[in-house]
């Protein structure tokens, strides 16, 4: 009975009968379309240009389909010239532009591009509704374009017709935005949703850039990763994340990231870190592709301010570690164990010198004290941070649009792992005097993360400390590792102690039966499921594969970030799931935006056939299918209890 008042609701949105037929004629014709193409990404970490250039081309998508439309019709070089000016539009027209003889070679070169445009166009729309394909137009140009997209050129009445408007077009001088739109309408028609596996954020110089494409993306799904954590935490309210956040920014000289795109005021950082912290070699900057922009005096000052908030981070640290003893982490209150008498340091039962120069603000009966001057510092920065309308913009969206995990089209997405032990079962872990394992502990874990977003006034509570413990605890959906080194990177000389062991996952996830059993505990039929991950690069340069479990996990984090491509032999891997079945990408290292404009170079070396489907699997077949299935069982229960 309770679902008669639904049924009455939804009459209520019909004027009709006939409507009601109507719509479902329609959803019983759209389950019988192929399903569209799901693009995935992992481990991005503000590469903007390398990302730009991947979603740009649908990882090889788009000049697939023109192998396949255009066949032996065009050489390899007309190709692969479509294949850029869909990619990169204006700029590749303003060059045409700049190198064309006369303005009736341009106006021709134009006509041709616009006839093979409005082809590809209507073949990349097959699998879709006119009605999906009309909302990807843009409005200046709707009527025109679906005049050409339903107009066969083949009837003599018609060829007229169709030629008249392109050279309407051209000789009113919109030949070069009207091709620019075809290109990006067709940029977004090759790829029905986009998935993001973790870590858009650190490493690389333009998250911010890379968000605000994300937020413009016409479908898409984000797993957060653990990098993307700490800066959720941050702007949740965590000043331990906080510090993370800018030592990090520090280490790769990123702080642009933080001064330049999102307005936060890092100049009492600077100044503290000035008076007390002088530049040590351990701290200088990472180097990456984007050093030879800075001075010596930046990469000192960046220096400087890491030795600042690594101290800082390490005295918080330790303040969670011991007001929240269930995390079990109290061998990781690593400040608290320094003898600073003797200038040493006990870990795991051997003892390290320890340069007590490191530790300028440290009061060594209270190693965990905060400075008055630390604090204010704290409070200070964590209020700009709070207060930045793009970050702002920003998390809210990671919020919005992300999870730990995502269940979509029969797989499970999630950047990390689920935390094992040894025996192969889930890892328990008692939050707030309950225990919680495998998709229990992830579900859990998102209720602390949302309930820190919805409560970004109250610092340092159990949420936001849960979330620092999702950055670097051992029973972590997102960092996967018995303990994160840190302290010992910076501190201590022995590299034997820097070692990061990671969880069992990582050994399990190569079974096949341990990929099964975890489908069926996530509601997933194994014949057809797959787990994608991230986190992980892929050290492809030393023989290891991204394909294992005879198919059924797929790791695709093969080194986007620059800071991972000399360990991974690549530049990062990306997958399609289209009607076929799955296809993961093997990419270059994209040099620039120049060299792929003026030379049409891709960054796609190969792709490999993960897993090829007997039967093409259409629309009923996926997440979407099943919502309009659903939506077709309320339409016919709405004529058979006869309410409109």
Not at 1 to 22: E, G, I, N
Not at 91 to 116: C, M, P, Q
Request: negative net charge; contains cysteine.
């Amino acid at each position: 009975m309770a679902y008669r008042p639904f049924l009455r609701y939804l009459a209520s949105q019909f004027k009709s009968q006939q409507d009601v037929f109507t719509e479902i004629i329609n959803l019983n014709a759209i389950l019988k379309l192929p399903k569209g193409t799901e693009h995935f990404l992992s481990d991005i970490h503000g590469e903007y240009d390398a990302f730009n250039h991947v979603l740009r081309n649908g990882s090889g998508s788009i000049r697939g389909k023109i192998d396949d439309l255009f066949k032996d019709q065009l050489t390899e070089s007309k190709k692969q010239l479509l294949a850029t000016i869909i990619a990169y539009p204006e700029e590749k027209l303003a060059l045409v532009e700049e190198n064309s003889r006369s303005k009736k070679e341009l106006e021709d070169f134009y006509a041709t591009i616009i006839d093979h445009l409005i082809d590809f166009t209507r073949f990349c729309s097959i699998k879709y509704t006119r009605s999906k394909v009309r909302k990807a137009l843009p409005d200046r140009y709707q009527y025109i374009i679906e005049e050409l997209l339903y107009c066969d050129k083949r009837i003599a009445d018609k060829e007229a017709y169709y030629k008249q408007i392109i050279d309407d077009i051209i000789q009113l001088g919109h030949g070069k935005s009207f091709i620019t739109c075809l290109s990006y309408v067709i940029q977004r028609l090759v790829i029905d949703h986009l998935h993001v596996v973790g870590d858009i954020y650190d490493r690389g110089p333009y998250p911010d850039k890379i968000m605000e494409a994300l937020i413009n993306y016409h479908s898409l799904d984000i797993q957060w990763g653990n990098h993307d954590m700490i800066w959720m935490a941050a702007y949740a309210g965590s000043k331990v994340c906080l510090a993370n956040v800018v030592r990090i920014c520090a280490r790769y000289q990123n702080l642009g990231i933080l001064e330049d795109a999102y307005g936060i005021n890092l100049r009492p950082l600077f100044l503290f870190a000035e008076k007390y912290y002088s530049v040590h070699p351990d701290f200088i900057p990472k180097s990456n592709a984007y050093e030879s922009s800075f001075d010596q005096e930046e990469m000192e000052r960046a220096a400087k301010l890491q030795r600042a908030m690594a101290v800082i981070q390490f005295k918080l640290e330790g303040h969670i570690i011991k007001r929240r003893p269930e995390f079990k982490m109290e061998n990781r209150d690593l400040l608290s164990r320094i003898n600073f008498k003797k200038g040493e340091i006990s870990i795991d039962g051997k003892i390290h010198p320890i340069d007590l120069s490191h530790f300028p603000t440290v009061d060594p009966d209270h190693p965990l004290e905060l400075t008055s001057e630390e604090n204010s510092l704290m409070e200070g920065l964590l209020r700009r941070f709070q207060h930045s309308p793009l970050l702002k913009k920003h998390m809210d969206f990671l919020f919005q649009k992300g999870d730990l995990y995502t269940i979509y089209n029969g797989n499970l997405l999630l950047h990390g792992c689920i935390p094992m032990n040894e025996d192969r079962d889930y890892m328990s872990v008692c939050l707030e005097g309950h225990c919680y394992k495998g998709r229990a502990l992830m579900d859990k874990y998102r209720e602390y993360v949302f309930y820190a977003y919805q409560h970004p006034e109250i610092t340092d509570d159990y949420a936001t400390d849960v979330c620092w413990y999702l950055w670097t605890g051992e029973g972590s959906t997102l960092f996967g590792k018995r303990a994160m080194k840190t302290f010992e990177r910076y501190y201590i000389k022995d590299k034997s102690t820097h070692v990061e062991e990671k969880n069992p996952y990582y050994v399990w996830r190569n079974s096949e039966e341990f990929a099964n059993k975890l489908f069926w505990d996530f509601g997933l039929v194994p014949e057809d499921a797959h787990l994608i991950n991230g986190h992980t690069p892929v050290q492809e340069i030393k023989g290891e594969s991204p394909i294992k479990a005879n198919g059924k996990v797929i790791v695709i984090d093969g080194g986007f970030s620059k800071a991972y491509q000399a360990k991974t032999g690549i530049a990062g891997y990306t997958l399609l799931y289209n009607s076929y079945g799955l296809q993961i990408a093997t990419h270059k290292p994209f040099e620039s935006l120049q060299k792929a404009v003026e030379s049409e170079i891709d960054v796609l070396n190969t792709r490999r056939v993960v897993d090829h489907v007997a039967k093409r699997k259409l629309v009923k077949d996926t997440t979407i299918g099943q919502q309009l299935q659903e939506q077709l069982s309320d339409l016919e229960a709405l004529l058979d209890e006869h309410l409109i």
